[in-house]
């Protein structure tokens, strides 16, 4: 049989008793249920995940591009420095 992705499964977990309190205890500051509370933290992992590969592809992209202009700068410097040094002989 094939699920739709709206389809709810039940998950029988075990987890420390620690988190379960603790995820009880937002899921009643959050006046949600510890389903819910679950839920909402799963969803919300996932969606800081791709936030976060977002964010890095980024920063690498800006760093690469960076990169090649100090090395072009760089390479230039050098230029000068020999073009400035084959002179002075």
Request: overall charge positive.
């Amino acid at each position: 049989m094939v699920r739709n992705s709206t389809d709810m499964v039940q998950l029988k977990i075990r987890l420390p008793a620690a988190i379960r309190r603790r995820l009880a205890e937002s899921a009643e500051a959050n006046r949600r249920t510890l389903t819910a509370e679950i839920l909402f933290r799963l969803e919300d992992s996932y969606k800081t995940d791709a936030t976060t590969r977002e964010a890095m592809a980024a920063i690498e992209g800006g760093l690469m591009g960076r990169l090649h202009t100090a090395m072009k700068q760089a390479q230039a410097a050098r230029e000068e420095l020999d073009k400035a040094m084959g002179e002075k002989k």
